[in-house]
């Protein structure tokens, strides 16, 4: 059993962090920046959005390193630097999380490494087979071990076969670790798929198959309709669901991207959330160190 499994068989319910992308956003970062360069150029920033997560009473606070692929550094002419901008960036976590909170135990914090999709299609629909795309991952994976981190967050996946490539990588280079893989699904007549047409049932299916620990959904969706995918995955496992909801659906306004669920809002649908399934509640794109206290707040109270 990995070090998140036995805090959740301890504490029951556990509460992740909120957005990355849309903080370094308000932080600075420009379009067409790479996220993942911020590692080793605004190291104090990567640091204390780590810090502010685990003062807001995140159990787990994930890495600066979603784009740390080979193929996703490569866009920016940074793929030589994947080991280093991995490393630093698992690092700087575990640095933040520490400042903020002391001690062992209950109280602790954990750092999870996050992995995000690629941006290449597998064959036939690309050109990058099985192969080459877990070797891709398995050398991003291997940096964030290097950097110090013992969970592995997959997340924001659309196709199975990729999030499948992803998890083998991880397994094979540590079956001690935990990982988790989380998919992006959008409602369809009769229930939910990502873009790629994967529903519920399959992602359970295979992922489980592959050996991960944990599983469930992030991104795309409000939390009123994460609940509901909540319950569909939860009707095909037993396994710890992560859910990391979105602060309600983009809006274009002004010319900036706004999010309008309120840490309050979202603080009053938790315990729906817990009710259909989830294990573990965070946030994605629009949440902020605000909306997590406001989950813990609501987790601690049920």
């Not at 932080?27 to 993942?36: F, R, T, V």
């Not at 891709?136 to 967050?153: K, N, T, W």
């Not at 992006?184 to 049932?201: N, Y």
């Not at 979202?266 to 997590?292: F, K, Q, S, W, Y």
Request: net charge negative; charged share 25%.
């Amino acid at each position: 059993m990995g070090l998140l499994l036995e805090r959740l068989k301890e504490k029951k319910l556990l509460v992740g962090d909120g957005a990355w992308g849309t903080v370094l956003q308000k932080s600075g970062l420009k379009a067409g920046e790479c996220p993942e360069e911020w590692n080793v150029t605004h190291a104090w920033e990567i640091r204390n959005i780590a810090s502010q997560y685990a003062r807001a009473g995140a159990d787990i606070v994930l890495t600066n390193t979603f784009g740390g692929s080979f193929f996703k550094l490569k866009k920016y002419s940074l793929e030589a630097r994947t080991r280093e901008l991995n490393e630093a960036g698992a690092r700087l976590s575990i640095e933040g999380a520490a400042a903020a909170v002391s001690g062992e135990g209950a109280s602790g914090c954990f750092v999870a490494a996050s992995v995000g999709p690629t941006g290449e299609f597998l064959t036939p629909l690309g050109v990058v087979n099985e192969e080459e795309m877990e070797a891709v991952f398995a050398e991003q994976i291997s940096a964030l071990l290097e950097g110090g981190v013992r969970i592995i967050v997959i997340e924001t996946m659309t196709a199975i076969e990729e999030a499948l490539c992803a998890v083998r990588a991880a397994k094979k280079l540590d079956s001690s670790i935990d990982v988790a893989a989380t998919m992006t699904f959008d409602p369809v007549p009769g229930g939910f798929k990502t873009m790629m047409g994967v529903d519920c049932a399959r992602a359970v299916k295979e992922l489980t198959a592959a050996g991960v620990d944990f599983l469930g959904s992030n991104c795309g969706n409000g939390i009123d309709q994460m609940i509901p995918i909540t319950r569909e995955i939860r009707r095909y496992t037993e396994l710890p669901i992560l859910i990391q909801s979105n602060a309600g659906s983009p809006e274009l306004i002004n010319g900036e991207t706004v999010f309008r669920q309120s840490p309050e809002y979202m603080a009053e649908r938790v315990g729906e959330l817990v009710e259909a399934g989830a294990d573990i509640v965070g946030g994605c794109c629009g949440t902020t160190p605000d909306h997590i206290a406001a989950i813990r707040n609501a987790i601690d109270s049920l």
